[in-house]
């Protein structure tokens, strides 16, 4: 099976049994993103020399024997979501050149099992939206069909996903900005209690 079609789980399995590393896990999704994403639209960021370093310190904590099921496992966050020193643009022109000087708890949280940074994704401005077509980096498109929309406002979080760009995505959703994205593109979505 080919390591862009891993779960998370199937992929922690596989860095655990040292079959695969995350380094090389994290240059498949990267080349991934590289072919498909003039297509699909699902990125904003794309922060591949981030997202190696983060591969090669998952590395080095698997052979330490220091890893949970998240150590090592390539992932896209929301560009709703601060990240220190990594643009977030939460899909607006007015934020284009936002770095924030913090990050968002959730992120820290997701840092601190070692998982990589593969990029911010596309997204409704201000997550304001329901098709992924209002932000201002671009229209987000259904990687099943090209034509159709994704949902939204996660949308890049459910294309990436479905588009096999990362293995798992982080977004938000208050009336459905996850579950519908993911229902749109035939994918696993959560939204939290």
């Known amino acids: ?8 789980h199937e992929l922690h399995q596989k860095l655990k049994a040292k079959e695969v590393s995350s380094v090389e896990a994290t240059r498949a999704m990267l080349a991934r993103i590289e072919a498909v994403e003039p297509q699909i639209g699902s990125f904003i960021t794309v922060t591949p020399e981030q997202a190696l370093a983060d591969a090669e310190e998952a590395d080095s904590r698997i052979a330490a024997g220091r890893m949970d099921v998240l150590t090592g496992i390539p992932l896209a966050l929301k560009d709703i979501f601060l990240t220190e020193g990594i643009r977030t ?3 607006s022109r007015i934020l284009s050149n936002f770095v924030p000087p913090y990050s ?3 992120w820290e949280r997701l840092k601190e099992r070692g998982v990589v940074l593969l990029g911010k994704l596309n997204q409704d401005e201000f997550a304001m939206g329901s ?3 209002s932000s201002a980096f671009g229209t ?3 990687p099943w069909d090209t034509t159709r929309i994704p949902g939204g406002s996660s949308g890049g979080s459910a294309t990436a996903v479905a588009a096999r760009q990362a293995t798992a995505t982080l977004g938000t959703d ?9 229902s749109h593109c035939s994918c696993v979505g959560l939204k939290p209690t």
């Open 1 to 8: 099976m080919d390591i862009l079609d891993q779960s998370i």
């Open 89 to 91: 643009t939460c899909g």
């Open 104 to 106: 968002a708890t959730s």
């Open 131 to 133: 098709s992924n077509e």
């Open 140 to 142: 987000v498109r259904n």
């Open 174 to 182: 208050t009336g459905g900005s996850i579950r519908q994205p993911a």
